[in-house]
């Protein structure tokens, strides 16, 4: 093996042991004018409808993780301190808010998994029921997409590896507040984290998957 080779760059998708993790593809993140706008996030809308459909194809669950803090701020914890939120901000994050809707566009199916979080990472204790689910499907490879790349997808994917989770991140289907911090969150996530790919290569490989399980 070469000094620039390493084990992670021979990870391959599988179909029975893979999950699709949607990361905060909401209003408060998408929407034009708000106050953590990812705004690269809305161009790739249609790119991941065209990802969860062929993850939905080939019997590879979809999940979506969503920010969802409760309006009064009660579960926030020191993000109000970093992140205040006033209570009249439709498109915060938060319970009843305008901004805790899916980005319009975005296609969620009933068959696919949607889990509230209230950390940035999905990960953390007590944030949401994305590890038991996934340990319950059986699924220790993910293939991440969503917003931000240096928040809350950045620290999901992090814990997701040192809880010993393989992650395919998509990097060209993440967005985060400018493309310096775009940058140089997926060096560090590839560099520590993650096997940073493109949405073709991955269409490609789950493709490939279809023909040889004739779907």
Known sequence: MSLTTRPKDTWA???KNTALVVIDMQ????DKGAPAEAPGGRLFVPKINELTAMCRKLKIPVIFLKSNRRA???????MRDIH?????DELAPLQGKKGNEFYPGLIVMPDDYVIPKIHYSAFFAGSSSIEPLLRGLGRDSLIVCGVATDV???TTVA???MLGFRVFLVGDLTATVS?????????????CFAKVV?????????????KKTSI
């Open 179 to 191: 493309e310096e911090r775009q940058r140089a969150a997926l060096a560090v996530l590839d560099s």
């Open 13 to 15: 998708i599988g179909l």
């Open 198 to 210: 493109t949405f073709h290569q991955t269409m490609k490989e789950l493709g490939e998957l279809a």
């Open 72 to 78: 009064d701020l009660a579960d926030s914890g020191l």
């Open 159 to 161: 814990n997701a590896m």
């Open 27 to 30: 209003r408060a993140f998408l």
């Open 152 to 154: 809350c997808v950045g």
């Open 84 to 88: 205040p939120r006033r209570p009249d």
